[in-house]
């Protein structure tokens, strides 16, 4: 996560992570990426089974019922031994997990532990009824993804009426004071429609927005050649950039963060360089102290079927299964070669990530995008658009 706002706007400076400690049991939310432990933010995906039938679905869901999903049981022995072991958020996603019944004693589990629980959801299902439950048992946020306005937002999802729905969830968990925000994945498909969604910020009182970078998994591998051009993404860095600054400088203020392209914080410090010295120094503090892609290590993934994961998108390598040893145990097992390298893997990555300058900031992108496009865990990833001569050692 590249914090757009946090980065470029001066939302946060150094002085506000350092006097927690940088320790994950102690920082707000907002500071969790800049922890120095590193205790993973783990994406649960609570179900397989989704309402709709997105274009860039990860997990490949559709409305069926799907076999081998964790239990009540086992799910709440996977939250205490996570709350245990100091994981400090649990990101519940699917699939729908709306979709998932007892998705609301999941949550208070999880909440009741001390930890942090957060909701990926495509807004469809969220109810009146919903949102009183999730705040009373202490939800801290819901992320409801769009895809772009009404007729792009639709046509993603495969089902007309899925943007106002979303919509309408949005509202709901607004007005029953939950904090929501939108995420957003681009490419080329959509990218024309991040303008409208920062005016549906302004418009909606949406208090944060994430914009993910395009991952080829599941259906989104299908997507592959619909992906942003490097000159695109740039572009794109540079609109996202100059819009949240706009929100700041009108008084309005939003969450706005980058994802799954580390890439974005070098960019972003090289223009602060340009535009404000002082400034940019303090965010290359930043960007050291969040460290870039941390896959295997300050973020992992339990499957519906508890197959553990370095990540939501790299799904065809498993570290082993909840239902038969501990997260934590599996989590801390350096004796598996690959858990052991993606907690050191700088010294494995080839091509321009092994001499480039900001390794240290990015942490070598993304090992997924990189196998799903080059077939090497190790090359590097094809979406990072810096030129050779902005990496070069000086």
């Not at 997990?59 to 709440?76: F, I, Q």
């Not at 925000?181 to 498909?189: A, E, P």
């Not at 994802?259 to 010295?277: C, Q, S």
């Not at 339990?302 to 082993?320: C, K, L, M, P, T």
């Amino acid at each position: 996560m590249i914090g757009i706002s946090k980065l470029y706007c001066g939302a946060v400076e150094p002085g506000d992570v350092l006097r927690y400690g940088r320790e994950s049991g102690k920082l707000p939310s907002h500071l969790l990426q800049f922890s120095a432990d590193k205790k993973p933010v783990v994406v649960w995906n609570v179900t397989r089974r989704c309402n709709l039938r997105c274009i860039h679905c990860y997990s490949s869901s559709r409305d069926v019922e799907y076999r081998d999903e964790l239990s009540m049981v086992e799910g709440r022995a996977l939250i205490d031994d996570l709350a245990d072991f100091g994981a400090p958020v649990i990101l519940y996603s699917g699939g729908e997990p709306l979709m998932r019944p007892d998705l609301p004693e999941l949550v208070h589990h999880a909440a009741a532990r001390g930890v942090r629980a957060v909701i990926s959801t495509n807004g469809t299902r969220i109810t009146e009824a919903f949102a009183a439950q999730f705040r009373d048992i202490g939800l801290s946020y819901v992320g409801v993804s769009l895809d772009g306005l009404e007729p792009t937002h639709d046509r993603f999802r495969g089902r007309a009426g899925a943007f106002a729905e979303a919509i309408r969830g949005i509202r709901i968990c607004r007005e029953a004071g939950i904090k929501v925000g939108v995420r957003f994945t681009m490419n080329r498909l959509n990218v024309r429609d991040i303008p409208a969604i920062f005016d549906l910020l302004e418009a909606e009182d949406i208090p944060r927005a994430c914009f993910y970078h395009l991952v080829y998994s599941g259906r989104g591998s299908k997507l592959m050649e619909e992906d942003l051009s490097h000159a695109e993404s740039r572009a794109v860095l540079d609109l996202i950039m100059d819009r949240t600054r706009s929100l700041f400088d009108r008084g309005c203020p939003k969450e706005i963060l980058t994802v799954d392209n580390h890439a974005d914080g070098p960019y972003v410090y090289l223009r602060l360089l340009k535009e404000d010295p002082r400034r940019a120094a303090e965010v290359l503090e930043l960007l050291k102290m969040n460290e870039g892609n941390s896959s295997g290590n300050g973020i992992g993934c339990v499957s519906w079927d508890g197959e553990v994961h370095a990540d939501q998108f790299w799904r065809g390598i498993s570290f082993g299964n909840v239902r038969r040893r501990p997260f934590s145990e599996i989590w801390s097992d350096t004796s598996n070669e690959l858990m052991a390298r993606l907690k050191d893997k700088r010294p494995l990555l080839t091509g321009r990530c092994a001499t480039c300058r900001w390794l240290d900031v990015c942490g070598g992108n993304f090992r997924a995008r990189a196998e799903a496009a080059t077939g090497e865990i190790w090359a590097p990833d094809p979406a990072c658009y810096l030129t050779d001569e902005e990496i070069a050692r000086t």
